[in-house]
């Protein structure tokens, strides 16, 4: 079945509202490092892009690691899950996207649990992870609350940030990931470099939500979904409007590679 068939992609884009975008120029990894992060805060638009420092390199390293430690920055002993300073952290460690080592397409997410109220990670497959990394960033930072719809855009490929209102696209996340899929890659053999984070209407109506990572399967011709399902990030993802975090980037390739010599 074609999910696609009955929407109108570029009639849905053109109905977005820039609300505040950034040019940058993508950091190129060294030793599985940019030393960037990217904060954003969905409620305001502001986009920062940060500097990781060798005290954080030293002492929390890897995606759990620095989700925590950026995490501590952004939260007090008093904020709750839905407050809009609670942030939604993802990052992948120094192997993120080396298709050298089994697992390294894993993300890390953080954020304080509507079922708990304490700090909770997940782990999750999809591509989101590499491709964050891939556009010159080791971590994503997204804290504050949308007044409607929003989505961030994250294309490596063009070295643009972007928040945007997003009125018309699903909020269900496997027919969301079909179409930002579809409207962001640059054609059919572009549709593996694009990912996208969403959290569907179930959600807004549970605690325990689920936050799903897309990727495009080739094999099946259609966009799968993994998930980070522990602790109700989902409903934290949706508590702040965002709609979707898109990032697409172009599959990097390391300079080095592992040579099994026995």
């Known amino acids: 079945m074609n999910l696609l068939a009955e929407f109108d992609l570029d009639s849905m884009k053109s109905k977005h509202k820039v609300v505040s975008s950034l040019k940058y120029t993508p950091q190129e990894l060294d030793k599985g490092y940019t030393m960037k992060y990217l904060r954003v805060d969905m409620g305001t638009g502001d986009i920062q892009i940060k500097d990781i420092t060798k005290e954080m390199l030293d002492k929390f390293t890897g995606g759990k690691g620095f989700d925590l430690r950026l995490m501590w920055d952004e939260v007090t002993g008093d904020t709750k899950w839905n407050d809009p300073e ?7 460690g120094p192997l993120g996207g080396t298709s050298s080592y089994s697992g390294a397409g894993k993300s890390l997410v953080t954020s304080l649990s509507p079922t708990t109220g304490a700090p909770i990670d997940s782990n999750v497959g999809g591509n989101f992870g590499p491709y964050l990394k891939f556009s010159g960033f080791d971590a994503l930072v997204v804290v504050g609350k949308a007044p409607v719809e929003r989505m961030l855009v994250i294309d490596g490929t063009t070295g643009t940030i972007s928040v945007e209102d997003t009125p018309e696209e699903a909020i269900d996340s496997h027919v969301l990931a079909e179409q930002l899929t579809e409207m962001y890659a640059d054609g059919p053999d572009d549709r593996d ?3 996208i984070i969403s959290a569907g209407k179930g959600a807004e109506h549970a605690l325990i939500g689920c936050l799903n990572f897309s990727y495009n399967d080739w094999r099946r011709k259609g966009v799968r979904l993994k998930q980070a399902g522990r602790g109700g990030i989902g ?5 702040k409007k965002i709609k979707a975090i898109v990032s697409h980037a172009a599959p990097w390739r390391p300079k080095w590679s592992v040579t099994n010599n026995s």
């Open 86 to 92: 609670n942030p939604i952290c993802i990052a992948s």
């Open 235 to 239: 409903t934290v993802f949706r508590n």
């Open 193 to 195: 470099n694009v990912s």
